[in-house]
């Protein structure tokens, strides 16, 4: 009776947590919440329905810690770029550089989970929206905040919008991650980041910066 116990009790899980989670990342990366069903996931991951629920919870469950582990993995990249710079406009090129390779890089499903993944999204999925609206909506806000210092300190002209640049800046990482699902390369990316950049705002030169130089370099 007591053999009988011990088996029962503590049953080992046969599959290992971290790679069904890889799987799961993928999946929902490739197609999408909506369309990424149960039976998707139990086919990718490897493991039974009662497993996954076991391990995960329900879709809905399983999807946040997606996007935790997808952040954490493959998407964070925008937030070091302009933490980590000492402009904001370095971290905007360092951003969407990234962002380019980032988005096309091989062995993985193209473009970014954040950014698709919501796309088609019933009414019945409104939060899995806007969980995901809100995540791409703070990445803007980390474009507006590095942009609004570098106004300050005279790095960007005082009659620049923030708020329009990050917004913009915004809509080109978008447009870049459709684009890669598009199926274009890391260079035509660099390509449009580069295009992109050529809106900065440009500080007007100091008066007599521009004749100093001038003098200098002769008539």
Not at 34 to 48: K, V, Y
Not at 136 to 156: H, P, S
Request: aromatic share 6%.
């Amino acid at each position: 009776m007591a053999a009988k116990e011990t088996k029962q009790r503590g049953r080992p899980r046969s599959f290992d947590r971290e790679t069904a989670l890889e799987q799961a990342i993928r999946s929902f990366w490739e197609h999408g919440y909506e369309a990424t069903s149960i039976s998707d996931l139990t086919r990718t991951m490897g493991i039974s329905a009662p497993s996954l629920y076991a391990a995960f919870g329900d879709k809905r469950a399983l999807f946040d810690e997606v996007v935790a582990g997808y952040r954490r993995l493959y998407g964070g990249f925008i937030s070091r770029a302009v933490a980590e710079e000492p402009t904001a406009r370095r971290g905007v090129e360092r951003a969407l550089r990234e962002a380019a390779a980032e988005y096309t890089l091989p062995g993985h499903p193209r473009g970014c989970l954040v950014i698709s993944a919501g796309l088609n999204t019933a009414p019945a999925s409104a939060e899995v929206a806007e969980s995901l609206r809100e995540m791409r909506l703070a990445n803007v806000r980390e474009f507006e905040r590095a942009i609004v210092v570098d106004i300050a300190c005279g790095g960007l002209p005082a009659t620049t919008d923030a708020a329009a640049l990050a917004h913009y800046l915004g809509a080109v990482v978008q447009g870049m991650s459709q684009q890669a699902r598009d199926g274009a390369d890391r260079s035509t990316l660099e390509a449009i980041a580069e295009l992109a950049m050529t809106a900065w705002p440009k500080t007007e030169e100091k008066e007599g910066e521009g004749e100093g130089a001038r003098m200098a370099d002769g008539p």
